[in-house]
């Protein structure tokens, strides 16, 4: 019987071209199969690479944080042993790379760093920077923000527009009526300046004129980065590549109070008994401030150069003797009782601000540098950098009639300058960063902390830009 053709062929009847087809479609499917694969592998690897940059970063900013928090301990701990030994200013964290460079910690290390002013020799300081050695242009006078090299008058005035609390323009200056014609418009804050940038909202405000050359705005002129340097700074640039910014803040703040922390005597109101409580103070004394202050008030401390002992009977003996200044007032005001001498031991100790609350904006004379000092009134660059020399020479100044001791400065200028200086600081700039060994990831961390003798504030904080 012959079985019905029903289409089946047999495997002779495949031609090789088929087997060709069927070869080539499955290389084609492992070359896409490899190419999926080695996608797959390579995305991998880049994720663990991002990953791993990132726990990087990670690390290196808690490296920078630790260098804050340590200058920070150690800001405070300064503080509290100088308040016990009463001692106004101490330099031991200016400068100690002991405590500051190139620490380790875990896989990598941290480093506090500041650059160091023209009048330190330039360079990298291993430590904290002290605020209170700026210009706070939230107190500067107009005189003194008038001081500032290639400062002009309409920016000045524009200046104190801004923070002002009124809408009335000064002469070259510039209200919100200014502002608002801007794209985009804008209002003056009239109020006080929160950041040091917040001045690039200024008429007249560039960034040449502010930060230089300081393309990240942290004080510090990156270079690039070359193996085996701790920090990437360029040393050989000077304070005038750094622009107004290197001069200038919105935080610095000081207490009225002594080296010790406690208040002090308020000659402008404190009665006979709270005077001589000062040591060098006799009665005599006390009683000739009482009976000058009826007539005369007290600008600043330098003031107690003027009083006379006047009608007042001397009854201080040898002591009183010692600190009477022998040259005669004129006519009848009698006898100087408080020599320059006297007022170089007691001016820690007195003042003539009700208040012990911090004050904003005073200049410590024995950090602050030549720019700064000399925005002081009556004061060019030539006095500041006899201050820098006689500091430099003959150590910090215990308080602020010891500038009497600088040649060039008399009791008039003191009496300009007391109210507007200090000797101690209690703000500073921390600028840390934190540094990944084996894969070289650096991050910055700046905050700039204000202390007392209960504890450590943060005033600013920025990270990430730096």
């Not at 003027?306 to 040259?327: F, I, L, Y």
């Not at 500091?391 to 003191?414: D, Y």
């Not at 060994?437 to 961390?445: L, T």
Request: negative net charge; hydrophobic residues 40%; proline residues 3%.
């Amino acid at each position: 019987m012959t079985l019905p053709n029903i289409g089946l062929q047999s495997r002779t009847d495949v031609t090789p071209v088929s087997h060709a087809s069927i070869l080539v479609g499955l290389l084609w499917c492992l070359a896409l199969l490899s190419l999926v694969v080695i996608g797959v592998l390579h995305t991998a690897r880049m994720d663990l690479h991002v990953g791993k940059n990132y726990g990087d970063r990670i690390q290196a900013h808690y490296l920078a944080l630790a260098g804050i928090e340590k200058a920070k301990a150690l800001v405070y701990q300064d503080a509290k042993e100088r308040s016990r030994s009463r001692q106004n200013h101490g330099t031991g964290l200016y400068n100690a790379p002991e405590e500051f460079r190139n620490i380790a910690l875990g896989r990598g290390e941290f480093q506090v760093f500041r650059r160091g002013r023209d009048d330190e020799g330039g360079g990298v300081f291993y430590g904290v920077s002290d605020e209170d050695s700026r210009l706070n242009i939230n107190a500067a006078s107009t005189d003194a923000l008038g001081k500032l090299n290639g400062m002009t008058p309409e920016l000045v005035a524009a200046i104190a527009d801004w923070r002002d609390a009124d809408n009335g323009a000064m002469p070259g200056g510039a209200e919100s009526e200014y502002y608002l014609s801007m794209q985009p418009p804008y209002q003056t804050r009239n109020g006080p300046f929160q950041t040091i940038r917040e001045l690039l909202m200024v008429r007249g405000m560039s960034v040449p004129l502010l930060f230089g050359n300081d393309s990240s705005h942290n004080s510090l002129l990156d270079a690039e980065d070359e193996e085996g340097k701790d920090v990437f700074v360029n040393e050989h640039a000077t304070d005038a590549d750094l622009g107004w910014a290197r001069w200038l803040t919105v935080n610095s703040r000081v207490s009225n109070v002594n080296a010790a922390g406690e208040d002090r005597v308020n000659v402008q109101s404190a009665d006979e008994a709270a005077l001589t409580k000062v040591p060098g103070i006799t009665q005599d004394i006390a009683r000739a401030i009482v009976s000058y202050r009826g007539q005369n008030q007290f600008q600043s401390i330098a003031d107690l150069l003027d009083v006379t002992s006047g009608g007042a009977t001397n009854r201080g003996g040898s002591g009183a003797s010692r600190n009477q200044n022998q040259s005669s007032g004129s006519g009848a005001s009698g006898r100087k009782v408080i020599s320059e001498e006297l007022l170089m031991d007691i001016g820690d100790d007195v003042t003539v601000l009700d208040s012990s609350d911090a004050q904003q904006g005073w200049i410590n004379i024995n950090t602050a540098g030549l720019d700064v000092l000399a925005t002081l009134p009556g004061v060019d660059r030539q006095m500041a950098q006899a201050i820098i020399s006689h500091r430099q020479s003959s150590g910090f100044f215990p308080n602020v009639a010891g500038l009497l001791k600088v040649p060039g400065i008399s009791a008039n200028n003191l009496k300009q300058l007391a109210p507007l200086i200090t000797v101690r600081s209690e703000t500073f700039r921390i600028f840390s960063e934190g540094k990944v060994k084996s894969s070289g990831v650096r991050q910055r961390i700046e905050t700039v902390v204000h202390l007392s003798l209960t504890g450590v504030k943060t005033l600013s904080y920025r990270e990430d830009d730096l």
